[in-house]
């Protein structure tokens, strides 16, 4: 039984290249998944061109956005279950949620774009984790970072900036726990932590170099114990 499946076609043209999926050859754990007739994905010298080039399932859908002008490549979410991708790895699911979004790239000089994507009810190797939001900006050599996790006993919030470049990379992060269920780190230590309980508070601040990072701050623990 079929539970994965991507079928389409590549079609060679004088001066690009076209996929287009096949109807009835999509699927994605186990159901089918309807894509437009007239989608094509192309491949030419002036960079990729998407149209029509999306899947769904009522009502999730997954759909690729170019645009030529400033080359910048957009995945689009629409209450997508994470659980149709995740499901591919066999075992415990590592995660599951429902994800809105976009998530965008771009190849210019500037590589200016914004994403920003929701998962609500997230769950980490079957473990409620809360809502999750991330923001990410990047514009020339540095990325921009904002993210929340909320539920009804944590409260995590962390942003700052990432620069790359040819000689250095540093950082600069702030993480407040306002406040952190410790159980949210217990599917994060793959096993080597159990019966994970008590919350932390408290303020961190991560910054430097990856040769060279800093980690300063202070955190309060409250009824915490684990195996």
Not at 51 to 60: Q, V
Not at 77 to 89: D, G, M, P, Y
């Amino acid at each position: 039984e079929n539970k994965y499946v991507l079928g389409g076609v590549f079609r060679s043209q004088e001066n690009n290249f076209r996929f287009r999926f096949l109807r009835d050859q999509v699927m994605l754990n186990y159901s089918e998944w309807l894509v437009p007739e007239d989608n094509y994905l192309e491949f030419s010298k002036q960079g990729l061109v998407a149209h029509n080039f999306s899947i769904s399932k009522d009502p999730e859908k997954i759909t690729l956005v170019t645009t030529v002008k400033d080359s910048t490549l957009s995945v689009e979410f629409q209450k997508l279950q994470l659980s149709n991708l995740t499901r591919i790895v066999r075992g415990v699911m590592p995660a599951s949620g429902m994800l809105d979004g976009n998530l965008k790239f771009s190849s210019s000089s500037s590589g200016r774009f914004n994403s920003s994507l929701h998962i609500s009810e997230l769950e980490v190797l079957e473990k409620p984790f809360g809502d999750l939001t991330l923001d990410l900006a990047h514009a020339g050599d540095r990325y921009t970072i904002d993210l929340t996790i909320k539920n009804q006993g944590s409260n995590l919030v962390a942003n700052g900036y990432y620069v790359s470049n040819p000689t250095t990379s540093e950082f600069n992060v702030t993480a407040d726990l306002s406040p952190l269920n410790l159980q949210l780190i217990e599917p994060l230590s793959f096993g080597q932590l159990q019966d994970v309980k008590g919350i932390a508070t408290g303020t961190l601040k991560i910054s430097g170099t990856l040769e060279k990072p800093s980690i300063r701050g202070s955190i309060n623990f409250r009824e915490a114990s684990f195996k």
